[in-house]
Each structure stands twice: as C-alpha cells, then as structure tokens.
C-alpha cells in the first residue's frame, strides 16, 4: 500500500486537496460552524491547524465545491454559493514596529479596493476603509461578506516586550475590527483565530458578540487529529515508522502517543496529537522534537523567570480553576495563561469541579524544560547539554561517583547572584537535571506507589533511586534512612534488563551545601 503524502508546511485547502495530499476530513465541524452562528473566535497553539481550517472556510464560501469532492461537505452542503471573502492573515510577518502593521494592512486592504473599484488609500483609517469595502463587495455581488483573520494577535504577542509599542497596535487593530459588529446586517460570516486571549476591551472593543468556542466540546477537535484518526486512518505509516527504528506496531503506536499527543481543549476533549509532529515524525519516519524545534517565543522563558514559577507541578499536573489558565492574556498575573493557550501545558482532566494541567507529551515537557534550564543554571545552551552528556553517560555506564562529580562541578559553576541564592533554585536546576536526562536513559521519575522520591534514573542495566537534603543538619545517612523508610526501592524490585537478569538497585544518599551552593557529601549503597 502506498504511503500518504503529507503536507508540511503546507496550510492551503486547495493545493493539499488538488495534489492528493493527505487530510483530516474536518468538513463535517466546517458545516456546522457556518450554519450555527454569524461570529466565531477560537484560539489554538501555534502549528495547530488553524491556517488551514480558515483557508478550508475560504474556498467553502468561495464556492470551490470541486475540493470538497470525497468529503463529508459533500453531503452536507446541497447549496454552494460564492460569497466575497475578506481574508486576512497577520501569520509569518514580524511587528516589531508601528509602520510594520501599516505596511500589512495597506497592501491588503489596497489590494482588496482595487477588486471592488476603490481608490486605494494609504490612510491609517483602518475601520473606515474595512467598512466600505464590506459595502462595496456586498453591493457588487449581492451577496453578504465573509470575514476571516487568521492570528489576530500576532503583533500583540511580538509587541510583548515593549508595552508601549503594544497599547499602540492594539488601538490600531481595534480601529480594524471596529465596523464588523454595526455591518452584522449584511455579513454572512466573521471568523478570528489566535494563540493567545486578550480581552476584549482591548481589541474587540464594538465586537462583544463574539462566539468563543475555544473551549466548546464539540469543536474541540476541529484543528489537530485525534487518536482515532491516527489509528483508523494511519497504519501502513505507523508500521513503516515502527519498521524503520526496530519497533513493533504497538510499540509505534505507544511511541507516537508518549511523544505526541495528550491535548485537551475542552472537559471532554478528545485525545489530540500535534498534528505538526505527528505528520513530520511519520513522513520521516523518526521520532523528533519537530513543533519545540520551530521555536519557543523567549517571553514565555523569561516569564517563568520573572515570576520564579516552580515547573515541577507542570510535570504530574496541578489543579487549576478555568480563570487561572483561560484568561485574557495581558491581565495575567503569572505566565500559566500564556503557557496554556501556547499549547506547553494542557487539560490533563477535569473531575467536575476542578481541572488538572499539565505538560501535554514528552515533546513538549523536554523540550521546555531544556528551554529552561540557562535561566536556573548556565547561560550557555552548550556548557548545559555538555554536562548532560557527561552525567548521563556516567550514569549509564555506572559509574555514580562521577556522575556525582559532574554535578558538583556543574552547580558550583553556576553564577551567583541574590536572584538565586534561596533553596528553591537549586531544587529547581536538581529537578531539571533529572528530568533532562530522560532522552539518554530508559526513564526518570521521582514518585512510587509508597512514597515520593527526589529522582529515580532507570538506565539499561541498573535503577538508582537519589535523596537529597538541602536542610544543613541533615546527613546522608538520614536520606539513606529515608528510602528505606519510605519504600522508595519497593517498586523496582521486579526490574529486569534485556537479558532477564534483574536490574541492580542503588540507593544515593546526598546532602547539599548551601554555603558553597553545590553538592556536598554522597553516599552510594547497593540494595
């Protein structure tokens, strides 16, 4: 059976349609979207979809019922008409600067009075020149106009760093929006999509009547394919990647799942995978970081640096009212807003009452806590992953007093500074060590069924269960009795490498010198 063609990096309807690319027949979610209400906002993560679900929206009202040959519109839909379309998308360009958004909208809304026998202008009216435009199509055609912006707020989040530049853009785009609710009357359909919520009053001053259906059960799948998709629509591609890195089918499926999928956008969301990773890792066959890769925006790093937020909770989930994470962006007190509508934490569960967030996959929680570490330890991206590589491959090759040495080299070597100098910090870099060295062992962990250890590292032939003590009257006897007391062995008894033969079981009792801002003294026993 031939493998399916993917297209990457490519967010447009018609061409993935007319060269027989493969796509998640999300039709059936575009009808009911058009023929249920006249105003939409949904905010997804970056790479999610979203482009494409607007250009999908675009040919519909065009008219363009050729590409819909095989799907479920093609059912649906038993009356195509072509409707004037206003699309504009603020996705791939750059705001660092007021002229940068003139610049946008001046070529599109000239191109648009050029189509409708207006004399463009270079004026900044941006609302007054949108309004007769709309008039203009309608009047033309005799038919009501479609509205569709992809990633509204693209020049408020490049504008993040500089609040200034930020409250002059948001009055020039709230200039833009500012007609479309008065010409409700002759609108067919008005659609926005973003990353990020910012309120409102900030830029939807006139169009309150907004239907938000980010977090709406029944749209939660509409960008993004579920884990029935994969499964149901992907299998020759899921046992040519499981062939090609010596995996069974389930084991790719697994792969695939640890790695990829655990988004939720709603109470009772689906499964959904990154559709960005999941088509690069199945075209290429080979398990990678492909949507952390792109890039992760640096305001969300140093926001959890300026508010000296603790990652571990991401790690296991925390639980969180829907006002602590579905918030107007620009009102957030903490960065947990901006780091869930950017796709890094997601619902993990919702019990009635309360949600569970958390980090969504592997990609992801690896990838930002990496994205991390040169704000809690070494500023060098380089001299971090490079004591990585020696702790793990020590650990992997049991030599735990090395391993040991390398990160009493490596934390004493960390700049100090009245920043960080409490013993949070150090919990932190400890916790991001651990976490970090999952790529290079069998796993890391810190919780067992009878307790909560500091780190658990698994590599192939050994399992080391570590205690630390920051508390300067502590020993390392008292960790040693720790572990034990705790049970923190228990759970790895069983543990066998590839051969059959059981797992060797260490024991590391470690004390931390808060004067010297390093590991102090260890000790290594074996169970």
């Known amino acids: 059976m031939a493998l399916k063609r993917f297209p990457i990096g490519v967010q447009d309807f018609a061409r993935i349609r007319e060269d027989d690319m493969y796509y998640v027949d999300k039709t059936d979610l575009v009808y009911k979207l058009t023929h249920t209400d006249l105003y939409y906002f949904l905010s997804r993560p970056r790479r999610f979809g ?34 004037p379309v206003f699309k504009l998308s603020f996705a791939g360009n750059k705001f660092i600067t007021e002229e940068d958004l003139a610049d946008t909208l001046n070529l599109k809304l000239g191109e648009w009075e050029r189509q409708y026998g207006l004399e463009p202008s270079d004026k900044s009216a941006w609302g007054v020149r949108f309004e007769l435009l709309i008039k203009a199509a309608h009047e033309s055609t005799g038919m009501p106009p479609v509205v569709l912006v992809d990633e509204y707020d693209a020049p408020l989040l490049d504008s993040m760093e500089n609040p200034e530049l930020q409250l ?10 500012s ?44 960008c993004g394919i579920t884990k029935e998709e994969v499964l149901t629509q992907m299998q020759p591609e899921i046992q040519a ?26 109470k009772n969301s689906p499964d959904i995978f990154n559709p960005f990773s999941l088509i690069n890792a199945l075209s290429k066959r080979e398990l990678a970081n492909y949507w952390f890769a792109t890039g992760t925006p640096t305001i969300l ?26 918030a107007p962006t620009e009102t957030a007190k903490n960065p947990i807003p901006m780091l869930y509508q950017s796709g890094y934490l997601t619902i993990k569960g919702f019990d009635g009452f309360a949600y569970t967030i958390g980090f969504p996959n592997e990609e992801v929680r ?50 100090y500074n009245a920043e960080r100098k409490d013993e949070a910090h150090y919990k932190t870099v400890l916790f991001l060590i651990f976490k970090l060295c ?79 801002r390093t590991i102090g003294e260890w000790k290594i026993v074996e169970a």
């Open 179 to 222: 007609p479309l609710k008065d010409l409700g009357g002759i609108l067919r359909f008005v659609f926005l999509t973003g990353i990020s919520k910012f309120s409102q009053l900030s830029i939807f001053s006139e169009l309150n009547n907004l239907n938000v259906i980010t977090m709406d059960d029944e749209y939660a799948a509409i």
């Open 438 to 516: 999952t790529p290079y062992v069998v796993r890391t962990e810190e919780c067992s069924a009878a307790g909560r250890a500091d780190a658990v590292v698994e590599t192939a032939n050994a399992v080391y269960v570590f205690e630390f003590k920051l508390d300067s009257s502590a020993t390392v006897d008292d960790a040693l009795r720790q572990i034990d007391d705790k049970g923190y062995l228990i759970p790895y008894s069983a543990t066998t490498a590839k051969d059959g033969s059981p797992k060797k079981l260490f024991k590391i009792g470690v004390t931390f010198d808060l004067e010297k």
């Open 301 to 326: 790093t140093r926001l959890m640096r300026k508010y000296k937020v603790d990652p571990t909770p991401f790690d296991t989930g925390f639980e969180a009212t829907l006002d602590m994470f579905d």
């Open 241 to 266: 990647l499981a062939d090609k890195n010596g995996l069974t089918y389930d084991g790719a499926c697994e792969a695939l799942t640890r790695q990829y999928d655990g988004y939720h956008f709603s």
């Open 366 to 415: 690896l990838g930002f806590l990496k994205a991390l570490m040169p704000y809690y330890a070494m500023d060098d991206v380089v001299d971090n992953d490079m004591f990585m590589l020696r702790f793990t491959k020590a650990l992997r090759e049991g030599k735990i007093d090395d391993a040991m040495t390398h990160i009493r080299a490596f934390m004493s070597g960390i700049p």
């Open 50 to 83: 979203k482009s494409l679900l607007v250009s999908t929206l675009q040919y519909y009202f065009e008219g363009r019922k050729d590409l819909f040959s095989g799907l479920a519109m093609e059912k649906l839909e038993t009356e195509w008409k072509k409707y």
């Open 168 to 177: 002059t853009l948001k009055n020039e785009m709230r200039k833009l929006f």
